[in-house]
T-cell receptor, first 109, second 112 residues
Framework: DAKTTQPTSMDCAEGRAANLPCNHS???????VYWYRQIHSQGPQYIIH???NNETNEMASLIITEDRKSSTLILPHATLRDTAVYYC??????????FGTGTRLTVIP | NAGVTQTPKFRVLKTGQSMTLLCAQD?????MYWYRQDPGMGLRLIHY???????AKGEVPDGYNVSRLKKQNFLLGLESAAPSQTSVYFC???????????FGPGTRLLVL
């Protein structure tokens, strides 16, 4: 089962880009990379996902390396409301969901 | 659409008591999930369902039972609550297994 490694915490200045790394060195060809975030004690919120290509939506961009062993979530202009725990998840099936402890991002004014 | 709702929002139980947590979704999703989250930890999958009438074990199923009698509802039962089951419980649903999961607001359970 592919699992992920993320830094425990990161800080980012308000208005700057936040780059959150994730290692998934054992990922296999049919496994997707998903990113969720959890603000305070609310339910996790979907951000973005990808398989091989880089992806962008209204919230963030996802950069996946060519060998797919790591990825980076980019929040282009971090705001105070982006302070949260960010989870990188490798997903194959319902019984392989593993959230880990994520990265606690603190956006500093 | 209400999305995913959970009932109750908060509950206090004594050791040995039983209770049922209700999760409801109005998005016609096939897949539903129950997670628990302990302080400072990530979410751990308890049980999940791939459709009406089906259930399966996740990472931490011991001490819990589930039922999916209706497509829109997923029930999580604690037959004999223990202090180790003090946690925040999140329900989620998704259209299919590799698609986005939508989470409910959580149920905070304290077992004394």
């Amino acid at each position: 089962d592919a699992k992920t490694t993320q830094p425990t915490s990161m800080d980012c200045a308000e208005g700057r880009a936040a780059n959150l790394p994730c290692n998934h060195s054992t990922i296999s060809g049919n496994e997707y990379v998903y990113w969720y975030r959890q603000i305070h004690s609310q339910g996790p919120q979907y951000i973005i996902h990808g398989l091989k290509n880089n992806e962008t939506n209204e919230m963030a961009s996802l950069i996946i390396t060519e060998d797919r062993k790591s990825s980076t979530l980019i929040l282009p202009h971090a705001t105070l409301r982006d302070t949260a725990v960010y989870y990188c998840i490798v997903l194959t099936g319902a019984n392989n969901l593993f959230f880990g402890t994520g990265t606690r991002l603190t956006v500093i004014p | 659409n209400a999305g995913v709702t959970q009932t109750p929002k908060f509950r206090v139980l004594k050791t040995g008591q039983s209770m049922t947590l209700l999760c409801a979704q109005d998005m016609n999703h096939e897949y539903m999930y129950w997670y628990r989250q302990d302080p400072g930890m990530g979410l751990r999958l308890i049980h999940y369902s791939v459709g009406e009438g089906t259930t399966a074990k996740g990472e931490v199923p011991d001490g819990y039972n589930v039922s999916r009698l209706k497509k829109q509802n997923f029930l999580l039962g604690l037959e004999s609550a223990a202090p180790s089951q003090t946690s925040v419980y999140f329900c989620a649903s998704s259209p299919w297994v590799l698609e986005t999961q939508y989470f409910g607001p959580g149920t905070r359970l304290l077992v004394l």
